[in-house]
């Protein structure tokens, strides 16, 4: 894991004062993984608009209750660490091995949501999110009610 993103955990999440330093670093490496899914996913058609820009940071800030500057600087390590990486199997590992089932389908809803910031869902997105689902096991009734959501949610915005 870069130094860098090690260093942002520890000076801006908070943990229980008495983890396993494994646990910890695990905890990161998870968090940082489903940073760089959003932002793989924000960067998947042709151009990355503001609109998909602020969804990421959106989605990072309520699923990790941080502040848009914390947002935004996790999104630039999570695009460093995407530029080091050779595929998703690094990320999707630590999620599937890490999460519940219910965190992996947050995940899922998480990157529809990313895919619709636009107005206009990419056929590589959908397979994107459709591969994703695959390798975290979330089951394909759940990629669909999540697509579903994250469709409505998109039209009545």
């Known amino acids: 894991m870069l130094s860098a993103i090690k260093n942002f955990f520890e000076q801006n999440m908070l943990f229980d004062m008495n983890p396993v ?7 990161h490496q998870v968090r940082l ?5 959003l932002v793989e996913m924000m960067n ?4 990355v608009l503001e609109s998909e820009k602020q969804a ?4 990072l800030k309520d699923n990790f209750s941080i502040t848009e500057k914390e ?16 595929d998703y199997y690094q990320f999707t590992k630590l ?4 999460f519940s089932q219910p965190q992996k389908i947050q995940v ?15 056929s590589y997105e959908e397979h994107m999110v ?9 089951p394909h009734q759940d990629f669909i009610r999540t697509k579903l959501k994250a469709q409505n949610q998109n039209e009545n915005s």
């Open 108 to 122: 899922i809803e998480l990157l529809w949501r990313v895919a619709y910031a636009d107005n206009h869902l990419d």
């Open 21 to 27: 330093v494994n646990s910890e670093t695990q905890e």
């Open 33 to 37: 993984a489903t940073a760089a899914l």
């Open 56 to 59: 990421v940071r959106e989605a």
């Open 95 to 98: 999620i599937a091995e890490n």
């Open 71 to 86: 947002a935004t600087e996790l999104c630039t390590l999570a695009e460093e660490e995407i530029h080091n990486s050779t």
């Open 44 to 47: 998947q058609d042709e151009k």
């Open 130 to 138: 459709r591969r994703i689902a695959d390798l975290i096991y979330v």
